[in-house]
């Protein structure tokens, strides 16, 4: 059985940094490229970074690119989303995605 646990949301300040973690079981990890959404109040799921499963490539949305940073460590079957220079409007659900499995989701609120 596919699973996807997120993990490390919470409150910050505008401009601070936190970093979330998605630990995925039940699947060969190392084989699929791993997305991670977010999903504001009153908003659809945006699509904001993508890593490949050798991660030889990423991809971000405009939104967050030069801010946040996806990896992955495959041994430990884990992908992370640094964000950094974080502001009010990256306030959202953050989800980790992959191969039509959703997680459950963590919380980031950004706010002074």
């Known amino acids: 059985q596919v699973d996807l646990v997120e993990s490390g949301g919470g409150l910050v300040q505008p401009g601070g940094s936190l970093r979330l973690s998605c630990v995925a079981s039940?699947?060969?990890?190392?084989?699929?490229?791993m997305t991670w959404y977010r999903q504001a109040p009153g908003k659809g799921r945006e699509l904001i970074a993508s890593?490949?499963?050798?991660?030889?490539?990423?991809r971000y949305a405009d939104s967050v690119k030069g801010r946040f940073t996806i990896s992955r460590d495959n041994a430990a079957n884990t992908v992370y989303l640094q964000m950094d220079r974080v502001k009010p409007e990256d306030t959202a659900v953050y989800y980790c995605?992959?191969?039509?499995?959703w997680g459950r989701g963590t919380q980031v609120t950004v706010s002074s």
């Open positions: 995605f992959t191969e039509g499995y």
């Open positions: 039940g699947f060969a990890f190392s084989q699929y490229a």
């Open positions: 890593i490949t499963r050798t991660t030889d490539y990423a």
